[in-house]
């Protein structure tokens, strides 16, 4: 049975292989479609809707959506990129993101969707909201300031058992992610290194380490976000 | 007490699907789920302390913190407001010392706002200590906390009497009234239950079952309106150990109770309708998930299962069928809109949090545990022993082209006869209103919250898939009611309260569109405000789910048919205005140094 299939987004064909998400198959493809809660080798849950495109003129996530054989997908368009531009746009003024003040600033994926999407002042106001920072557990300081709710942390920091370390507070407009009371005192410091990597923004810092690389030299200073997949 | 909650957890299995159950139970025994629970749900469940709590804090119900010996959830959706809520609430503060959102210093009180509890025939209503409580009045009020404190038991505070019909049986002995105003196809008594099963089901084939279905052209009645007999064919030709067919009792939109009436009078058409299903189908498990508000109902929709086990129209072999197997479970939700949302119910029936999944897959051919599952409304499953018995033909000549068959509306609000009303697809809103002795009306909220605000250049339109579809919330507002301040801000509330906050767009942009919609009722608007809203609104069409997709509604649909109500609010002549104020943002920093700024205008 042929494992091949085609499809096409913004005219260009690409060929995938049957299962994989649009997002996989695109970036396999030399496609970059902007993503910011999903992540590699774990389920994805369409919670950012960066990735939102459109399929036969309805709106879908590529994280989430399967390829199918001859789907008509636009995605580098006009009206797609600037409700990818004001999704980026309500993430900024719904937390209190500084970034001159920030240690991930320059591996920051907000930071870097912001600049690629050339977000100036957000056209939503500001709510500045009164957000706790969690600095209980010896290895990290879990920042609600600067947290987007991804569950990248929730997904991929467990332990042996299969016990979250992360997990999600209360619900709407009052939901966090918290860290594990228990768990955050037993972190050991390659846990917290991780959990730090696979936070896309600030909400997640190492203890006692910082600024090991300058600001101007790192991941997304050097080149934008998504100039490694687009061809 | 740790004997009888690691009791409660081995009752279940200790199986962490179960834990809607299992923190219910915890509750009742223990009045609240305490650190000690949930260390022990930790220890024997296999998940840590804050995934505990991540489900606790998902429902309105559960609480980690001590509440009251008595409980009083007093509902908060609009009409509740319209109809006194407010002199209920003072009472209530009063009378049992203690402030809405809390619980009294004695520990004897707590005091709790909830979303609409589908009462909304007979406001101002509560829920104590389980128990439904309607049309309150403040002397009322006071006579309920005297008894309470008085230490009579709840059950014997119903000096109404019982709301008639089977509310009056012992197993349910409730005050809530049915108003049953108009009875069609589904209300009317012709039809002797469990007649389909007894009869129809050992000589006709699944298909053949699902082929009357499909000809009535039934579609949903939740409000997605999805044809019911495509729906059980993709349930049927997935592939799975198991099948399931769950019904969605959990009408949670405000300003709808027609499942709570349905269920109190006619559940024996909703479970034949979920066994028919299930003989379709091919499902085994069977699941009812009743909304925690709905809990006086659940003793007595047992005792009907009970029966039904014991006619062996549940379990093994069913009504001598070699091989259908079916049995059916209730499932109690816990308190969140979100949960009518047929994913965000399947999450939630594996003890989860009510999140919506990602579509697709779908969930007839991924949903409960993975099984393909067929979720239905109350009133579509309760709608099929009749079109078995009596044809696709008769249910066809009733309604329209698009919409065949009837529609139950819950009609509330500013109208003489507030109720249950059946009637076919197609009737005008003009004749609706009639119907329910809507006198000088200003405008409907169609479909609840997420559908349509209209006013009098569409009362000609008609309830119709075609043109105003609903899943039956049907609210009224006179010419005396302000619109913005009293109706839209209590929609917006609503959205943002039971959102799930699980995706950027609906836990975000509900509250961004409230800022800037109180920017205009605090009389700072200006014309491009007006502009914003509808432009932001767009953003929410990516949400997830229908809750999302539809949170502006209110917003939207007010500024298409009532835009003078927002020109009206805005500063005349006036271009630009941020919003900010600056007096009072600087209160409290000179509140700090004890000194006035100059303030200059900008």
């Given amino acids: 049975m042929n494992n091949t299939i085609k499809f096409k987004i913004d005219g260009k064909e690409i060929v995938a292989e049957m299962g994989k998400t649009i997002v996989e198959a695109a970036k396999e493809n030399g496609v970059y479609i902007p993503t910011l809660c999903n992540f590699p080798g774990v389920p994805p849950k369409g919670g950012c809707r960066m990735c939102t495109i459109k399929i036969n003129g309805r709106f879908m996530t ?5 390829a199918a054989a001859g789907m008509e997908i636009e995605s580098d368009t006009a009206e797609i990129n600037d409700l990818r531009k004001s999704i980026i746009e309500l993430l900024f003024v719904s937390g209190n993101h500084f970034c001159p003040a920030c240690e991930k600033s320059g591996n ?47 997904k991929t920091i467990k332990t042996e058992d299969g016990e979250r370390y992360f997990a999600f507070e209360n619900r709407g407009d009052k939901l966090e992610v918290i860290l594990d009371p228990e768990l955050g005192q037993k972190m050991t410091d390659e846990i917290a290194k ?7 923004v600030g909400s997640i810092i190492q203890k006692e380490v910082g600024f090991v690389e300058p600001i101007g030299t790192r991941k997304y200073d050097k080149e934008p976000i998504g100039t490694d997949i687009d061809v | 007490m740790k004997e009888k909650i690691l009791e409660i957890i081995s009752n279940y299995n200790k199986d962490k699907t179960r834990l809607m159950d299992i923190l219910h139970d915890i509750q009742s025994v223990a009045g609240y789920v305490d ?41 908060d959706s609009v009409t509740a407001e319209m109809h006194g809520r407010e002199a209920i609430l003072e009472t209530f503060e009063k009378e ?33 200590n389980g128990k439904m409580f309607t049309r309150l009045t ?6 309920i906390v005297k008894d309470l404190k008085g230490g009579k038991d709840i059950k014997e505070l119903i000096y109404e009497g019982d709301g008639g019909g089977r509310n009056a049986l012992p197993e349910i002995h409730s005050m809530v009234c049915n108003n049953i105003r108009r009875r069609g196809a589904l209300l009317t008594h012709d039809y002797t239950p469990f007649e389909v099963t007894k009869t129809v089901l050992s000589n006709t084939s699944p298909d053949e079952i699902i082929d009357v279905v499909e000809t009535s052209n039934i579609r949903g009645r939740g409000g997605a309106g999805f044809p019911t ?66 809990k006086y109902l659940l003793n007595y929709l047992n005792k009907v299962l009970d029966d039904m086990r014991s006619n062996n129209l549940l379990g093994k072999n069913i009504n001598g069928i070699d091989g259908f197997n079916f049995d059916i479970r209730i499932q109690l939700g816990a308190g969140a809109y979100i949960c009518g949302e047929e994913s965000a119910l399947i999450e939630s029936l594996e003890g989860k949090r009510g999140e919506p999944r990602d579509k697709p897959p779908f969930p007839v051919e991924k949903g409960y545990l993975n099984y393909p599952t067929v979720v239905n409304n109350v009133e579509t499953l309760a709608l099929i022993p009749k079109i078995l018995t009596k044809g696709s033909d008769w249910f066809l000549s009733l309604g329209n082209k698009a919409s065949s068959g009837t529609k139950i509306l819950s009609i509330s609000g500013d109208c003489n006869y507030p ?12 004749d609706i209103l009639d119907m329910c002795g809507a006198l000088d009306v200003q405008a409907i909220q169609v479909a609840g919250p997420s559908g349509a605000l209209i006013g009098e250049k569409d009362f000609g339109r008609t309830i119709s898939y075609t043109d105003l579809p609903t899943g039956g919330s049907m609210i009224v507002f006179g010419k005396e009611r302000n619109i913005l301040t009293d109706v839209v801000m209590n929609f917006i509330n609503f959205f943002i309260e039971e959102s799930c906050g699980s995706c950027s767009t609906c836990r975000n942009m509900t509250t961004v569109l409230k800022e800037r919609f109180t920017k205009i009722l605090d009389g700072k608007g200006v014309p491009s405000d007006i502009d914003d809203l509808l432009n932001w609104s767009e953003l929410l069409k990516v949400s997830r789910c229908g809750l999302g997709q539809t949170a502006a509604n209110p917003i939207t649909s007010s500024i298409t048919n009532f835009r003078h109500l927002y020109e009206n609010l805005l500063q005349k002549n006036v271009e630009f205005d941020t919003g900010f104020d600056l007096e009072e943002s600087v209160k409290a920093s000179c509140a700090a140094v004890g000194r006035q700024p100059i303030l200059h205008n900008m």
């Fill in chain 1, 62 to 66: 590529s994280c989430t959506t399967p």
């Fill in chain 1, 108 to 154: 920051c994926e907000l930071q870097a969707l912001a600049y690629k999407y050339q977000m100036m002042v957000p056209k939503f106001p500001y709510s500045f909201p009164l957000k706790e920072v969690d600095a209980s557990s010896p290895k990290i300081i879990k920042d609600q300031n600067r947290c987007v709710l991804c569950q990248r942390c929730m």
């Fill in chain 1, 194 to 200: 991780l959990a730090m990597d696979n936070c896309p």
């Fill in chain 2, 35 to 75: 650190d000690e629970s949930i260390e022990l749900l930790h220890q024997e469940l296999g998940i840590s302390t804050s995934q505990v709590r991540e489900v606790i804090s998902f429902y309105h119900f559960y609480s980690n913190e001590p509440l009251g010996k008595v409980n009083i959830y007093l509902n």
């Fill in chain 2, 96 to 128: 049992c010392n203690v402030k809405e959102g809390s619980v009294s210093e004695d520990g004897e009180f707590g005091l709790f706002h909830t979303s609409c509890i589908g009462m909304n025939d007979q406001e101002p209503a509560a829920i104590i």
């Fill in chain 2, 138 to 143: 403040p002397y009322r009020v006071k006579e």
């Fill in chain 2, 229 to 294: 007999g495509m729906k059980w064919k993709f349930g049927r030709k997935a592939k799975g150990d198991h099948h399931v067919i769950i019904c969605n009792a959990d009408e949670g939109e405000p300003g709808t109770f027609k499942d709570r009436v349905i269920l109190t009078e006619f559940p024996e058409l909703v479970f034949e309708g979920m066994v028919i299903g299930a003989y379709a189908v091919g499902a085994d498990i069977g699941l009812l998930y009743l909304r925690y508000e709905y």
């Fill in chain 2, 419 to 430: 109720g249950i009303y059946e009637v076919e697809w197609g009737t005008s809103i003009k």
